[in-house]
């Protein structure tokens, strides 16, 4: 396995991954599939705050992050994604993908990283807290998917 900054095209096999995770759990809570420009555009926007596992020459998940808020008081702290296909769970993909996206971070500056786990994700909630992430609150029923309100745990680690 390979951990490598996101090329654009990587997009096609990213998509499918997101759009996975969008129409079969509530991992996310949005509904919209993700289209391969939308992914293009996204990889190329935050340049080396988007990084990809690599198993056989495809890309089989993305670490990434943005802002947590809008503002220059926020500026240090910044929101983060993951999402792996099923093949690469369970591999340490997901493990790497967060410590060279930490790396970026560091190295920008960043202080803080968040993520936003979905309550009905309890595999998500352990990753984090395994990697040093701390449950600092949940957010009730925040999301509605699949015709049902859903938790949102928020977690945090300091850089």
């Known amino acids: 396995m390979i951990i490598r900054p996101a090329r654009v095209d990587d997009a096609e096999a990213l998509t499918v991954i997101l759009n996975d995770v ?19 555009e996204d990889i190329a926007a935050k340049g ?5 596992a690599e198993m056989h020459g495809l890309a089989v998940g993305y670490a990434s992050y943005f802002p947590f808020r809008n503002g ?16 690469a769970r369970g591999t340490g993909a997901g493990r790497a993908l ?25 595999s998500g909630r352990a990753f984090h807290t395994r ?22 745990v928020l977690m945090q680690k300091k850089l």
């Open 22 to 40: 969008i129409e079969n759990t509530a991992i996310t809570f949005t509904s919209e599939l993700k289209t391969v420009d939308y992914v293009r």
């Open 98 to 122: 967060m410590a060279a996206l930490e790396t970026v971070a560091r190295a920008e500056g960043v202080h803080s990283l968040w993520a936003g786990v979905s309550a009905e994700n309890p």
């Open 48 to 52: 080396p705050a988007f990084v990809v």
């Open 131 to 152: 990697i040093g992430f701390v449950e600092v609150a949940t957010l009730s029923e925040v999301g509605f998917k699949f015709g049902r309100w859903i938790d949102l």
């Open 72 to 87: 220059p008081g926020y500026a240090r702290t910044k929101e983060h994604s993951i999402a792996l296909a099923p093949q």
